[in-house]
C-alpha cells in the first residue's frame, strides 16, 4: 500500500517557471529520496535527504524535509521542457528494512 | 557502467500461465529490489535480497509470486498462473546497501506485463 501522498496529482507550468511539489508520509524515517520517471518506465534517483537534514540543494532542486510534519518539497527552479516527467517522493523508514515506500507521485508538464 | 539491465522489456502472456522476469543488477551491489507499478496502485514494494541474509518477501501479494537471487546477482521473479491484474510494470532496482543512512536504489527499465 502506498504510505506517502503528493500533491499536486498534476501540474502544469511555463519554462522558466518554478515547480514545487510536496509529499508527505507517514512513519519514521532513514531518509527521504526524490525520484524522476519518464514514460512510465526506468526511475532516475534525483535528491537524498537524511532524516537530520532540513533542506539540500542539487543544481537546480532544492529540498526540504520537516520531519515534525513528516512532510518534504521538492521545488524544480527556472523549469525546462526536459524537466516534464512524472515525480515521486520515497521513503526508508526506520526498522524497514532498506525497502522504499512511494508516494502517489506528481505529474509535471512544462510547456514551451 | 552498465546500469541494472531487465528482461524481456515487454512480455504478454495468456491467464493461467507462469511467467519469469529477469533483472540484472549492477556488478557489486549486494542489495536487490523488486517492485511493481500498476495504474492506480503507485509504486509498491514486492521483495528485498540483502547479501546472502533471508529475502524480505513481506510485499509479495500472493504465493504465486515467487523470487530468487542466486550467487547473489542475477534476480528471477516468477508469476504462477498469471491473472489479469498482475498486468503492470515490474522494476528492479539494486543498491550499495551501506550501512550508513543512504540507501540510493538504482532502477532498471522496467518489464511491462500484460495479461490477457
Known amino acids: 500500500s502506498q504510505q506517502g501522498e503528493e500533491d499536486p496529482q498534476a501540474l502544469s507550468i511555463q519554462e522558466g517557471e518554478n515547480a514545487t511539489m510536496n509529499c508527505s508520509y507517514k512513519?519514521?524515517?532513514?531518509?527521504l529520496q526524490w525520484y524522476r520517471q519518464n514514460s512510465g518506465r526506468g526511475l532516475v534517483h534525483l535528491i537524498l535527504?537524511?532524516?537530520?537534514?532540513r533542506e539540500k540543494h542539487s543544481g537546480r532542486l532544492r529540498v526540504t524535509l520537516d520531519t515534525s510534519k513528516k512532510s518534504s518539497s521538492l521545488l524544480i527552479t527556472a523549469s525546462r521542457a526536459a524537466d516534464t516527467a512524472s515525480y515521486f517522493c520515497?521513503?526508508?523508514?526506520?526498522?524497514?528494512?532498506?525497502?522504499?515506500?512511494f508516494g502517489t507521485g506528481t505529474q509535471l508538464k512544462v510547456e514551451l | 557502467g552498465a546500469g541494472v539491465s531487465q528482461s524481456p522489456s515487454n512480455k504478454v502472456t495468456e491467464k493461467g500461465k507462469d511467467v519469469e522476469l529477469r533483472c540484472d543488477p549492477i556488478?557489486?551491489?549486494?542489495?536487490l529490489y523488486w517492485y511493481r507499478q500498476s495504474l492506480g496502485q503507485g509504486l509498491e514494494f514486492l521483495i528485498y535480497?540483502?547479501?546472502?541474509?533471508?529475502?524480505?518477501k513481506s510485499g509479495l501479494p500472493s504465493d504465486r509470486f515467487s523470487a530468487e537471487r542466486t550467487g547473489g546477482s542475477v534476480s528471477t521473479l516468477t508469476i504462477q498462473r498469471t491473472q489479469q491484474e498482475d498486468s503492470a510494470v515490474y522494476l528492479c532496482?539494486?543498491?550499495?546497501?551501506?550501512?550508513?543512512?543512504?540507501?540510493?536504489?538504482?532502477f532498471g527499465p522496467g518489464t511491462r506485463l500484460t495479461v490477457l
Open positions: 532496482a539494486s543498491s550499495p546497501a551501506r550501512r550508513d543512512s543512504y540507501n540510493e536504489q538504482f
Open positions: 512513519t519514521s524515517i532513514n531518509n
Open positions: 535527504i537524511r532524516s537530520n537534514e
Open positions: 520515497a521513503t526508508d523508514a526506520k526498522g524497514g528494512g532498506n525497502k522504499l515506500t
Open positions: 556488478s557489486g551491489h549486494t542489495a
Open positions: 535480497f540483502q547479501g546472502n541474509s533471508a529475502p524480505d
